[in-house]
């Protein structure tokens, strides 16, 4: 028996952006587990039909009757067509989503300010800010009209300390804390929910996506210290959508044990 309650996630509809890999993937088999219908969405649409198959079997396995819908639709959330045409590529059982979990998200290089490119500065913003910030505006509206609605943003401890190597990055994890906080502000009169998840270091795609396909030099990133597992943030982001209505788990800042600030490693443990 679970200590925690999480059969409000039965039956409800949601949305993971960036469920290809890493944390997104893992939220979405985990909310399959509880008994949800999960839309996944991202670039790469054979990854996203292996997550669906693995949330498919992790549903089966719950033994839960209900739940259990699942949708992959390619989506690149910093193409503003694409996002507005999204809910025509859900099948309209699936439309009404209950959860929004903003996660797609990455960091290119890290160059210091004068050598980064602009292509590498759009591409940064246009996905951790403007995509978080599109979807969000797509779904908006419905939850205000449904009176329901749970929107959970992916940040990063990026978004609390900036990093040399790291502003343009650490520039877009802020921008999502300030959109964010301010979008909870403004839904302080309605029973939606606005979380933000924080994590440190988890070891995913993530730095190899930074070094730009370089697998040694992620590697290095975690090296000496036990990182934080994919399936860790998953948890986290699945325990703050199951609480009860009346609560709302504003942030969540989440570190591996050895990790104190972006800078701040111990790692002579592992
Ligand atoms: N790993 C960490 O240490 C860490 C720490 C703090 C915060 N975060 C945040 O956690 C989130 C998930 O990262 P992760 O660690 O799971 O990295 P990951 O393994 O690289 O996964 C990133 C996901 O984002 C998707 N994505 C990237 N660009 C996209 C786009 N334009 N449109 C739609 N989806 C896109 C990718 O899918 P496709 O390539 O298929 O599109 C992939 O599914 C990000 O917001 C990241 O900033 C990560």
Same mark, same amino acid.
């Given at each position: 028996?679970?200590?925690?309650?999480?059969?409000?996630?039965?039956?409800?509809?949601?949305?993971?952006?960036?469920?290809?890999?890493?944390?997104? $993937?893992?939220?979405?088999?985990?909310?399959?587990?509880?008994?949800?219908?999960?839309?996944?969405?991202?670039?790469?649409?054979? *990854?996203?039909?292996?997550?669906?198959?693995?949330? $498919?079997?992790?549903?089966?396995?719950?033994?839960?009757?209900? %739940?259990?819908?699942?949708?992959?639709?390619?989506?690149?959330?910093?193409?503003?067509?694409? !996002?507005?045409?999204?809910?025509?590529? !859900?099948?309209?059982?699936?439309?009404?989503?209950?959860?929004?979990?903003? /996660?797609?998200? =990455?960091?290119?290089?890290?160059?210091? !300010?004068?050598?980064?490119?602009?292509?590498?500065?759009?591409?940064?913003?246009?996905?951790? !800010?403007?995509?978080?910030?599109?979807?969000?505006?797509? =779904?908006?509206?419905?939850?205000?009209?449904?009176?329901?609605?749970?929107?959970?943003?992916? %940040?990063?401890?990026?978004?609390?300390?900036?990093?040399?190597?790291?502003?343009?990055?650490? *520039?877009?994890?802020?921008?999502?804390?300030?959109?964010?906080?301010?979008?909870?502000?403004?839904?302080?009169?309605?029973?939606?929910?606005?979380?933000?998840?924080?994590?440190?270091?988890?070891?995913?795609? =993530?730095?190899?996506?930074?070094?730009?396909?370089?697998?040694?030099?992620?590697?290095?990133?975690?090296?000496?210290?036990?990182?934080?597992?994919?399936?860790?943030?998953?948890?986290?982001?699945?325990?703050? $959508?199951?609480?009860?209505?009346?609560? /709302?788990?504003?942030?969540?800042?989440?570190?591996?044990?050895?990790?104190?600030?972006?800078?701040?490693?111990?790692?002579?443990?592992?």
């Amino acid at each position: 028996m679970s200590v925690f309650n999480a059969s409000r996630l039965i039956g409800k509809t949601v949305l993971v952006t960036g469920a290809s890999a890493g944390i997104g $993937a893992a939220t979405a088999v985990l909310f399959a587990k509880g008994g949800s219908n999960v839309i996944l969405a991202a670039r790469r649409t054979e *990854a996203l039909k292996s997550v669906a198959e693995q949330c $498919a079997k992790a549903h089966k396995e719950s033994g839960l009757q209900q %739940g259990g819908k699942f949708a992959t639709v390619q989506l690149d959330v910093s193409d503003k067509k694409q !996002v507005a045409s999204f809910l025509d590529n !859900v099948p309209e059982e699936l439309r009404k989503v209950d959860i929004l979990v903003n /996660n797609a998200g =990455f960091v290119l290089g890290v160059e210091r !300010v004068g050598d980064i490119s602009d292509a590498d500065i759009e591409a940064m913003f246009s996905v951790n !800010v403007f995509g978080l910030i599109a979807v969000t505006q797509l =779904f908006i509206k419905d939850f205000k009209a449904r009176k329901t609605g749970h929107i959970i943003n992916i %940040g990063s401890i990026a978004g609390r300390e900036p990093y040399a190597g790291g502003s343009i990055y650490c *520039a877009t994890k802020h921008a999502v804390n300030a959109f964010t906080g301010a979008l909870m502000r403004e839904l302080v009169d309605t029973p939606i929910r606005v979380t933000e998840i924080q994590p440190g270091m988890v070891e995913t795609e =993530f730095s190899v996506v930074r070094f730009r396909g370089d697998k040694s030099a992620a590697d290095k990133v975690y090296e000496g210290l036990q990182p934080l597992v994919a399936e860790d943030i998953a948890e986290e982001i699945v325990w703050a $959508a199951s609480r009860p209505p009346h609560v /709302n788990i504003a942030e969540l800042f989440v570190l591996p044990v050895n990790q104190a600030s972006p800078t701040i490693n111990y790692r002579g443990g592992k």
